[in-house]
């Protein structure tokens, strides 16, 4: 097996679900919901706030496609053919770590573009490093740890009921409390 068809199978499958467009879609739709009550309703809010709007719908989505990695192959048994050797769990989590970075790359380019589109029409002024290289970072650490959350519980736990829910209440919390910026 290798890395490239488990990770261009996982890209494949990511771009053909319909509700990661539709997840995108909400937190776009959270976004320039701020930006209209900036504009035309003269709203106190910084890009700051934008970025934490299309946060509130986008940091849970990302974490339940980063655990839906995993729990594809969970509920259908073909885990157990991909950790049939060294080699095969080798190219497997490294396939999936580049299927979680793809996804936090594409969380994060929407958000880069949202506040880039945001700044434009507010006429506020366009900071390369804060619009566009730290919500891709961002995005990309926060798949990241999910993918390994999901996969340290699920190998502590050998229950994938319990650590897909573990995970997904652990990114509830995190983005109800906690701001990306």
């Known amino acids: 097996m ?74 259908s048994g073909t885990v157990s053919l991909f950790f049939s050797n060294k080699k095969n769990r080798r190219s497997y989590f490294l396939g999936k770590l580049l299927a979680a970075i793809f996804l936090g790359i594409l969380f994060g380019g929407v958000c880069a573009i949202v506040l880039i589109g945001a700044s434009y029409y507010l006429g506020w002024q366009v900071n390369l490093i804060g619009y566009i290289i730290k919500p891709i970072l961002i995005y990309v650490l926060f798949s990241v740890f999910h993918m390994e959350l999901f996969f340290f519980n699920w190998n502590i736990l050998q229950k994938h009921e319990y650590a897909y829910c573990n995970n997904i209440n652990y990114s509830t919390s995190c983005s109800l409390s906690c701001r990306a910026y």
Do not use: H
């Open 2 to 75: 290798k890395v490239s068809k488990v990770l261009m199978l996982e890209m494949k499958n990511i771009l053909k679900n319909r509700w990661l467009y539709v997840s995108l879609i909400i937190s776009i739709v959270l976004a320039l919901g701020l930006v209209y009550a900036i504009k035309f309703l003269q709203g106190p809010f910084t890009i700051k706030a934008i970025s934490g709007f299309y946060g509130i719908g986008s940091t849970v989505a990302l974490a339940v496609f980063c655990t839906k990695l995993y729990v594809d192959d969970l509920s």
